[in-house]
């Protein structure tokens, strides 16, 4: 266990519906990120939070959007989803003075239909 | 943006054997490079990282070099064990500013072999 939490660890959802990733942290980090991991494809960036504030996009579509209320807590809403939208959705967060380590959460497995 | 190239994308080596895995990066800006081990169902762990003012780093069993001038960094895991058996992920950044996302490689499939 890192520290992370993420909710839910599985989702399946139809291209309609409406949901929120969450991701938790109780470590005290102000840095916290959204990744995707397809099969076959790397790891991929989709955004970035440092105390609240969005400081990366990375070309995200705005059928994923982020929120973070707070530096603990980071979601992503989800709304008319694609079947390639089908991924792995990984939150890490860093903590600050200097180090870069990220950690991760389990993440969450999400199944578009 | 970054780019990060991985090779190969699987190694198969005898236990107690030498691993080696290589990665390059396109941006001469990254000065943070981590290597994540993750095992089947679960979540990527950091194994070492090497900082750009850092030539090589070595942590037991676990080493990894830098060459900024070629721009590329590799893993070397020494007298490998069953448990070595995972996916790599090596990753480049620009660490100390606000967007400090990490771009990964493709990942390598490592199998040990007994």
């Known amino acids: 266990e890192t520290g992370v939490t993420q909710t839910p660890r599985h989702l399946v959802m139809g291209m309609t519906n409406k949901k929120s990733l969450k991701c938790e942290q109780h470590l005290g980090h102000n840095a916290m990120y959204w990744y995707k991991q397809s099969a076959k494809k790397p790891l991929e960036l989709m955004f970035v939070?440092?105390?609240?504030?969005?400081?990366e996009n990375n070309s995200v579509p705005s059928r994923f959007s982020p929120e973070c209320p707070n530096s603990s807590h980071l979601f992503l809403h989800l709304h008319t989803l694609q079947p390639e939208d089908s991924a792995l959705y990984l939150c890490?967060?860093?903590?600050?003075?200097?180090?870069?380590?990220?950690?991760f959460g389990p993440g969450t497995r999400l199944t578009v239909l | 943006g970054e780019n990060v190239e991985q090779h190969p994308s699987t190694l198969s080596v005898q236990e107690g054997d030498s691993a080696v895995i290589k990665c390059t990066y396109s941006?001469?800006?990254?000065?943070?490079f981590p290597w994540y081990k993750q095992e089947l169902g679960k979540r990527p762990q950091l194994i070492i990282d090497?900082?750009?003012?850092?030539g090589e780093k070595k942590d037991q069993r676990i080493a990894v070099t830098l060459n900024k001038t070629a721009k590329h960094f590799s893993l070397h895991i020494t007298e490998t064990q069953p448990e070595d058996s995972a996916v790599y992920f090596c990753?480049?950044?620009?660490?100390?500013?606000?967007?400090?996302?990490?771009?990964f490689g493709k990942g390598t499939h490592l199998i040990i072999q007994p």
């Open positions: 990753a480049a950044s620009i660490s100390g500013g606000g967007a400090d996302g990490l771009t």
């Open positions: 090497i900082r750009s003012n850092v």
């Open positions: 941006d001469s800006a990254s000065n943070y």
């Open positions: 890490a967060s860093r903590p600050e003075g200097g180090r870069n380590e990220q950690f």
């Open positions: 939070y440092n105390f609240k504030e969005q400081t």
